[in-house]
Nanobody, 115 residues
Framework: VQLVESGGGLVQPGGSLRLSCAAS????????MSWYRQAPGKERELVAG????????NYANSVKGRFTISRDNAKNTVYLQMNSLEREDTAVYYC?????????WGQGTQVTVSS
């Protein structure tokens, strides 16, 4: 199983970013996917999750209405569209899956919200 995140960077407050996670090594369309984040000095927390078909999603209260998780099963990719970014969103963002092979994490992508 391999998960590779991309799309992080430096953005001003109020700005937007779209993260991508390219998955391989398993049947992507059979499994739910999630995004987590970890800010400096804090525990890793769940940001958003999506079922295998994309029909259901869930979000942390802190990002509801601002972030959108989606997936493209033809491309084996899950996305996180982040709008109205706040300084408190600064963190390393990780892609996560739990498959037949167990739990897998990507390497993470840094998102920094700062003026």
């Amino acid at each position: 199983v391999q998960l590779v995140e991309s799309g992080g960077g430096l953005v001003q407050p109020g700005g937007s970013l779209r993260l991508s996670c390219a998955a391989s090594g398993f049947t992507f369309s059979s499994y739910a996917m999630s995004w987590y984040r970890q800010a400096p000095g804090k525990e890793r927390e769940l940001v958003a999750g999506i079922t295998n078909t994309g029909s259901n999603t869930n979000y942390a209260n802190s990002v509801k209405g601002r972030f959108t998780i989606s997936r493209d099963n033809a491309k084996n990719t899950v996305y996180l569209q982040m709008n109205s970014l706040e300084r408190e969103d600064t963190a390393v963002y990780y892609c996560y899956s739990y498959t037949y092979y167990g739990a897998s994490w990507g390497q993470g992508t840094q998102v920094t919200v700062s003026s």
